[in-house]
């Protein structure tokens, strides 16, 4: 099985699979029932994060430095939890935008500028390059490996001709693939279906190889996991191999690889490819930030397992890199090994395929586009301007070239330095370089006033610490340069140690460069922007930018103001895009009426799509650059979306203030108007009030005046007459008096100006002696009262001679509406719960439902069952403020005053209810709380 | 659940992750079991796959609706290039 034709056969009957998969994925979405529209492909094709490096490496890093493996996949879990929020701005800024590559992006951002594009194309290569390297250099070794174990293979390289290295077929093979699948189009920020269908598929061929050699080795090899980490840890070497002793730098180490993986997981090409500029539905971010990090999970889960297995097996599990591959071939599998090797191969042709066409795009429209455009577009221009869409052509093929050119550095790369470094070492040091873009990028989705100079200097000062602290370091220790850099620092100043910068030690190396390149680029960043300023084109972009969720600002760009002519731009965008293209793009303007005669002037907006539409080819720059060449004019209307932002923003702070002035000037109102009813209601109580006090006052006076009256104008009238006159008028005065004392009570109830004077009392006490003092006046009126009081005192806070009061007008009213013969009263003292409750119940008709609140109101006078307006005969008319008074003064005392029915004689029944008074000591001194 | 309420939820959750996966949370974790190999890989792939649930169960809900999407000019546009 592991002869050498059968292994290329079955490798190269893989890629061919690739090619069929990608293809029936691009027919299908010509057909429009595209195969990559689910959010779960999107988060399969992310995981072309997981190449060549993850499948063999993770192994090797898990054997020598315990779990710090982890954190390659922890800082992704990170970034993908906000990804709902973070990726999706991304997504919306690459939409509105046509954004191609993290070039672009960044290059967007700060003004369109081209110089920062070809910066970060220029970084990308020099990163990443080594990183493709790695991945052939994985392909090389695991296929030596197969067909030489259990030799170890050496010299893999040097004793044969590149064309005996499988790897350069590999490299090759996937060129064509590339090309074919990555270059259809000339718009960049079109979507390759048929690599995204590919990379999913290579995700799943990945994970089902690397779960197999899992599964085998714990159930297989060994009985289960408790067996295996029994055994290891039994192992001397072993001992520690998974605590953090053994992860480089400890906590501080750690902590410096999670940022690192975090951060580089956004910005490596190829992420940035498949997380935004794939991207099909911004909604399938929800799924992919959960079903990515499971994946990353699931793969990983056997890593530690495999790990141990391979240490066990000792000298036959040759370097810790290749475990995945030893471990099956020790145990003399046949078909495993193979499906391993077939695993590795598809996590390193999918990282390459997509970090080329990331790469092959930022090269063509960030470095040699403008290149062309400056110097030799004139002569360009001229040579072809004969024809039609011939540019098109040419574009493709700088962009195909490119590709070629990068898939043979990586090759250059890994067959010239690839053995002076481990697969571990290589990614880490392109994660660092990827992570120099974060802060331009991240820093200027957030905030509007991150400028292009500070960008700059935030870019080329970090790389170049990068370079310093890691790069130059690598390339001493592979040989080529003198290790007392390392030792001595450059020039021999110690403080310039590459490994200890400023006399930094201790560090590992990776968050010792990762810890000085960033705060270099932070800093540089927030310093020079703070010091710099942005050009109009800057300000409108980074606005789009920063406020992409805006929902006003979607998709909006700044407008052309200035002339051009239908002809000249449909002459400039077939020559780019060809003639189709460019018809399809002016047709869409139907505004124009038909008339698409050459000479008539293009609307503003058709020119902003002409640029977009370049910008999708060609990048922001660019597309810029060109468009530019054809307006005259006043070029940029930059003014719209800033003021649109402003306005926006102003307008709806504006209408956020007055919705608020309006709901307090409604709650105003309202209260207001509560106001004016109460006062209202007040009034006509007044009215009311006065109308019945003349009333009241005006009927003993009448009868007063009368027989005042008679007693003067009769001097002959006997004397027993007269003394009966004089009663009446006695009497009648009394009443008046009376009224008006009530009156007085009232009004200094109503007003507040009472004074009482509570003081501790034994209500029982109180109640008896108010019973005794009424005793007389019942007996008179033919009522018999009955009084039911505790021997207890019943003890309150009250006034004595206002609660007598009270007391006396309650018996008297009972005794009034008591029934007509045997009338009866009872007054009862009780304790209900925190309270004593006085009751006087009469055995009268009782007080309708209704009428029990009214009875409270002022000169209210209960009118008889029997029509008749005064009370049972013989007694007394009230004045019907008897009531209103007593409710007031028990109110003032903190109690309740109201009517029932009668529980023993059927009829009304009036409760009052004081609270009990607190126990003495408190009460009576405030002063013994010590 | 509205949109800055899920907002809240997810930077929470992602700084709880954080807290999870960083010292000295996982300093605790770093102790020999029984057998003498650590616990701390076991805590963090048990911290990880909490941390996964917790956003699946949030993020795959029902009865959040999807937000609005961007209309206009590019869905226009994008349908001139896709043949």
Not at chain 1, 266 to 279: A, I
Not at chain 1, 521 to 530: E, I, P, Q
């Amino acid at each position: 099985m592991r002869s050498d034709p059968i292994m290329l056969s079955v490798a190269f009957g893989y890629l061919a699979l690739l090619f069929v998969i990608a293809a029936w994925a691009d027919r299908r979405a010509e057909q429009g029932r595209s195969l990559i529209g689910s959010p779960t492909v999107y988060a399969l094709s992310i995981a072309v994060y997981c190449t060549a490096w993850t499948f063999y490496g993770s192994v090797g890093r898990a054997a020598v430095y315990g779990p710090s493996f982890l954190l390659i996949y922890l800082g992704p879990t990170l970034a993908m939890l906000v990804g709902p929020l973070l990726i999706r701005k991304m997504v919306r800024i690459a939409r509105a935008q046509r954004i191609t590559s993290i070039a672009d992006f960044i290059s967007a951002r700060y003004g369109k500028s081209d110089g920062l594009g070809a910066l970060v194309a220029l970084i990308a290569l020099l990163g990443i390059t080594p990183y493709i390297a790695l991945q052939l250099k994985a392909i090389t070794l695991s296929h030596a490996i197969l067909t030489q174990y259990p030799a170890f293979p050496t010299d893999i390289l040097a004793d044969a001709g590149f064309w005996n290295d499988k790897s350069f077929w590999v490299a090759l093979v996937l060129a064509v693939f590339i090309i074919l699948f990555g270059t259809r189009h000339l718009d960049a920020s079109e979507r390759h279906e048929g690599m995204v269908a590919a990379i999913a598929f290579e995700s799943l061929v990945k994970l089902v190889a690397f779960l197999a050699v899992g599964l085998v080795t714990v159930f297989v090899l060994y009985n289960g996991p408790g067996d295996l980490f029994a055994r290891a840890a039994a192992h001397p070497a072993l001992a520690q191999a998974l605590s953090l002793e053994r992860v480089p730098g400890g906590a501080l180490g750690w902590v410096g690889m999670l940022v690192l993986a975090t951060l580089a997981f956004l910005t490596l090409p190829r992420q940035f490819q498949v997380l935004v500029v794939e991207n099909v539905d911004e909604d399938h971010i929800r799924r992919a930030s959960w079903l990515f990090p499971l994946y990353l999970l699931v793969i990983n889960i056997f890593v530690i397992p495999v790990a141990l297995a391979g240490v066990l097996l000792g000298d036959a599990s040759l370097s810790p890199d290749s475990f995945v591959l030893t471990l099956p071939l020790a145990a003399g599998f046949d078909g495993l090994p193979l499906l391993v090797f077939i695993g590795g191969l598809s996590a390193a042709t999918g990282m390459m395929i997509v970090e080329t066409i990331a790469l092959s795009t930022m090269v063509s429209n960030h470095l040699i586009m403008p290149l062309l455009l400056r110097s030799s577009w004139i002569h360009l221009g001229s040579r072809l301007s004969g024809g039609q869409g011939e540019l098109t052509g040419w574009l493709l093929g700088i962009r195909r070239v490119a590709i070629v050119l990068i898939l043979l550095l990586g090759y250059l790369y890994h067959a010239l330095i690839g053995d002076a470094y481990s697969l571990v070492t290589i990614g880490l040091v392109s994660f660092a370089a990827a992570a120099q873009f974060a802060p331009a990028m991240l820093i200027g989705m957030y905030w509007r006033g991150a400028t292009r100079a500070g960008a700059f200097s935030a870019l080329i000062l970090g790389i170049l610490v990068w370079a310093y602290t890691l790069l130059i370091p690598g390339f001493a220790q592979s040989g080529w340069l003198d290790m007392a850099l390392l030792d001595d620092g450059f020039a021999g100043i110690d403080w310039l140690r590459p490994y200890a910068l400023f006399g930094l030690e201790g560090w590992d190396i990776y968050t010792h460069s990762l810890f000085w390149s960033l705060l270099a680029n932070v800093g540089a960043l927030v310093g020079v922007s703070l010091f710099s300023r942005q050009s109009r084109l800057e300000q409108t972009q980074a606005a789009l930018f920063t406020e992409a969720m805006h929902p006003e600002l979607m998709y909006r760009t700044p407008l052309w103001h200035g002339q051009t002519t239908l002809g000249e731009l449909h002459k400039l965008l077939s020559r780019y895009l060809g003639t189709p293209t460019a018809l399809r793009i002016l047709d869409g303007d139907d505004r124009q009426g038909g008339d698409t005669s050459a000479a008539h002037s293009a609307s503003p907006a058709l020119i902003a799509r002409a640029e977009r539409a370049l910008a999708g080819a060609l990048g922001n720059a660019s597309a810029r650059v060109l468009i530019n060449s054809v307006v005259r004019g006043e070029a940029l209307d930059l003014n719209a979306v800033l003021s649109i932002l402003d306005t926006t923003s102003q307008a709806l702070e504006y209408n956020r203030r007055l919705e608020q002035k309006s709901r307090e000037l409604t709650q105003i109102s309202e209260a207001l108007q509560a106001a004016n009813e109460r006062l209202r209601e007040l009034d006509r109580l007044k009215d009311e009030f006065v109308a019945m006090v003349s009333h009241e006052l005006r009927t003993p006076l009448t009868s007063i005046r009368a027989f005042a009256e008679i007693l003067r104008d009769s001097d002959n009238l006997p004397e027993d007459k007269r003394h009966h006159f004089l009663e009446v008028v006695v009497h009648e005065s009394q009443r008046l008096s009376r009224l008006i004392e009530e009156i007085l009570d009232l009004a200094r109830l109503e007003s507040g100006r009472l004074t009482l004077h509570p003081e501790r009392l034994d209500l029982a006490d109180l109640a008896r002696r108010s019973a005794d003092a009424v005793q007389r006046v019942q007996e008179e009126r033919g009522v018999t009262l009955k009084v039911d009081t505790p021997s207890s005192p019943a003890e309150v806070i009250g006034d004595p001679d206002r609660l007598e009061q009270v007391i006396i007008n309650l018996l008297d009213n009972a005794s009034k509406f008591a029934a007509d013969d045997q009338g009866r009263v009872r007054l009862a003292l009780s304790r209900h719960k925190q309270h004593w409750r006085l009751s006087v119940e009469d055995n009268g008709p009782g007080i309708g439902e209704a009428e029990r609140e009214r009875v409270f109101e002022k000169f209210h006078q209960l009118e008889r069952q029997d029509g008749g307006d005064a009370p049972a005969r013989g007694r007394p008319r009230g004045s019907g403020l008897g009531l209103p008074i007593s409710r007031g003064i028990v109110a003032h005392l903190g109690g309740r005053l109201w009517v029932e029915d009668g529980p023993t004689l059927g009829g009304a029944c009036l409760i009052m209810e004081l609270p009990q008074a607190p126990a003495e000591d408190t009460a009576t001194s405030p002063f013994n709380s010590d | 659940m509205n949109r800055r309420q899920e907002k809240a939820r997810l930077l929470a959750l992602a700084g709880l992750a954080l807290l999870l996966f960083s010292p000295p949370l996982i300093l605790l974790f770093d102790q020999p079991s029984t057998n003498g190999l650590s616990w701390l890989p076991l805590y963090l792939f048990v911290a990880w796959g909490a941390v996964i649930g917790m956003a699946a169960w949030w993020l795959e809900r029902p009865d959040v609706t999807p937000r609005e999407k961007p209309t206009g000019a590019p869905q226009e546009e994008r349908q001139q290039h896709e043949k």
